[in-house]
């Protein structure tokens, strides 16, 4: 199953299995971002966790939006968005970066190696950044239509409930 578009963003989901030892379902998940495929194709992850992150970032979209980086350099932005927290925002937040770390979708199968930002950068884009955590280096910084990255999201979230429902 495939959500979005892999030459801009997309999410595919493989085999949906569930174990004995662990409540919920478990997940094949991979990110696609700009023709590029992020995470671990063989781990399996809980699907309720990555969907309340969805959610997440559904509900601070508009947050999201305010923080317009059009044209600093994927460096700069990452340090303000990803490294630290985000201080422009009047979001009342545990933690402000989450409105902004788009791998967290991934669990373990994407954070572990790589650190993904999605900002606004004019009214009709936003932009999306991945870091390779390993090497340190920019991997892709792409722009999106606005509300692209959201539609995405809301197909995930609107499948996860599906497949939910057959308990």
Not at 6 to 23: D, H, K, L, N, Q
Request: glycine fraction near 6%.
């Amino acid at each position: 199953m495939l959500f979005g578009n892999r030459s801009e963003f997309a999410i595919e989901i493989g085999e949906v299995v569930t174990y004995a030892s662990a409540p919920g379902y478990f997940i094949q998940l991979q990110l696609h971002i700009g023709n590029k495929a992020i995470g671990d194709w063989n781990d399996r992850i809980p699907i309720d966790p990555s969907i309340r992150i969805a959610k997440t970032l559904l509900v601070t979209s508009p947050e999201r939006r305010m923080a317009r980086f059009p044209t600093s350099d994927p460096r700069d932005v990452l340090a303000e968005v990803f490294d630290a927290f985000y201080k422009e925002i009047s979001l009342e937040s545990p933690d402000l970066r989450d409105i902004f770390h788009v791998e967290d979708l991934g669990l373990q199968a994407v954070c572990d190696r790589f650190g993904i930002v999605v900002v606004g950068a004019t009214a009709e884009s936003d932009r999306c950044i991945v870091k390779d955590l390993e090497t340190n280096a920019i991997d892709t910084d792409i722009q999106l239509p606005v509300g692209f990255f959201e539609s995405v999201l809301i197909n995930y979230v609107r499948w996860s409930e599906t497949i939910r429902s057959q308990d």
